[in-house]
């Protein structure tokens, strides 16, 4: 494989991982990269699944539109993330619509080219299980969360799982930064943006996060995992 800088970078994500040389070459050559500005949708919910995505700069955001009509924000998607797997490996339309929340250049296949390297390449198949198999527990979770815990539980589970999906360390600790909003972590949560800053002005008093402009500083995340159970 070329190591350009470009190439190993683009090659970084789950999909890659473990690959010999020959099946991370046809993974990438068969790629097609794309760029995104921020606010480009790269599919909308409903949509039959034509393309594969990986992230390779930048972030999407997933969200949902409910029966009720009201959205929910499910996920943010970084650097190495798989866009779209579940749905182009079950063949069934996509159950959220993502959106560029941040300029993204993407890799991108078409859904007989991945589904024809999965089958040449047993690794591919082997990573896009173990990608689809991550998602379908984080969603497991979710629902077992919105159930079982409390708004200050889940909301902490929720910091944390943005602190290690799009967290930027820093010496006061882990930013979650803009595009990821107060109201993003509302809808995440399952409760309203005035709940989810009222919790967050009480754990500030406590030391255990500090809030600044359009950012939540994580300081204390071992205290987060104790809330969050």
């Known amino acids: 494989m070329n190591q350009s800088p470009q190439r190993m970078r683009a090659a970084a994500g789950v999909l890659f991982s473990d690959l010999d040389r020959e099946a991370a070459d ?6 097609t990269h794309r760029q995104i500005a ?5 599919f909308h919910q409903g949509d039959v699944p034509s393309q594969l995505f990986q992230v390779v700069t930048g972030l999407v955001k997933l969200s949902r539109v409910g029966t009720n009509g009201e959205q929910t924000t499910l996920r943010f998607m ?3 993330e798989l866009v779209g797997c579940v749905a182009i490996f079950q063949q ?13 250049s993407l890799l991108c296949w078409s859904a007989a080219q991945i589904l024809e390297l999965i089958h040449r390449y ?11 198999g991550g998602r379908a527990q984080e969603m497991i979770e979710r629902v077992t969360d919105l159930s079982a815990k409390g708004v200050e539980a ?32 509302a809808e995440m949560t399952g409760v309203t943006y005035f709940t989810v800053s009222r919790v967050l002005s009480a754990w500030q008093k406590q030391e255990i996060v500090r809030l600044g402009r359009e950012r ?14």
Not at 26 to 31: E, G, I, N, P, V
Not at 155 to 171: E, I, K
């Open 154 to 185: 889940r909301l902490a589970g929720v910091l944390l799982r943005l602190a290690s999906q799009v967290g930027r360390t820093s010496p006061k600790g882990v930013e979650i930064r803009h595009p990821v909003t107060r109201n993003d972590m």
């Open 122 to 132: 047993p690794a591919v198949a082997s990573n896009a299980l173990k990608s689809v």
């Open 78 to 80: 970084g650097p190495g």
């Open 92 to 104: 069934f339309p996509f159950p959220a619509t993502a959106i560029a929340s941040k300029p993204c």
């Open 26 to 31: 046809a993974l990438l050559d068969a790629a």
């Open 38 to 42: 921020e606010g480009m949708a790269l």
């Open 216 to 229: 939540v500083i994580v300081v204390e995340p071992h205290r987060l995992a104790q809330i969050a159970g």
